[in-house]
């Protein structure tokens, strides 16, 4: 199964410099508008590639939980995050992405809360079965 994603990116009239913004397009038709973080001058009215990695952790992370939660009979009633990302010195000394934290809180329906312990193993398996986890050298760091 593949997954897309269109970047779309246009020269402007900024001289020696090169602008930024940029779009991201995706198959169904939403886009984005990227850009740069702003500590590499990028527009901080924009996504930047670093939050849109977060983002995509945190959200295959909480779509892993919900379908866990849902296979063993407790109904989510809300699920909020926010997550963070830190850029370190990765593999080699070079620039990454080496931490992601995410704090989700979950609210469940009456009668259908997880014990501790029930909690405890859904979050374990939403890092373990989540693609994005998976895919990433980060460390990853869920705080609930």
Not at 3 to 21: C, F, K, Q, S, V
Not at 24 to 49: R, T
Not at 122 to 132: E, G, I, T
């Amino acid at each position: 199964m593949a997954h897309g994603a269109r970047i779309l990116w246009t020269a402007g009239n900024e001289g020696e410099d090169y602008p930024r913004n940029h779009q991201w397009i995706f198959p169904g038709g939403e886009s984005l508008n990227g850009s740069a973080s702003p500590d590499f001058g990028g527009n901080p009215d924009f996504v930047d590639p670093e939050q849109g990695l977060v983002a995509a952790l945190s959200s295959c992370y909480m779509l892993t939980f919900l379908a866990l939660a849902h296979k063993f009979g407790h109904r989510v009633l809300r699920y909020e995050d926010n997550a963070s990302g830190e850029i370190g010195r990765g593999e080699g000394g070079l620039k990454a992405v080496t931490r992601i934290t995410l704090n989700p809180v979950v609210s469940f329906a009456d009668g259908q809360e997880p014990d501790d312990d029930g909690l405890d193993r859904l979050h374990h398996s939403a890092h373990k079965y989540c693609f994005v986890a998976n895919s990433l050298k980060s460390e990853v760091v869920i705080n609930r």
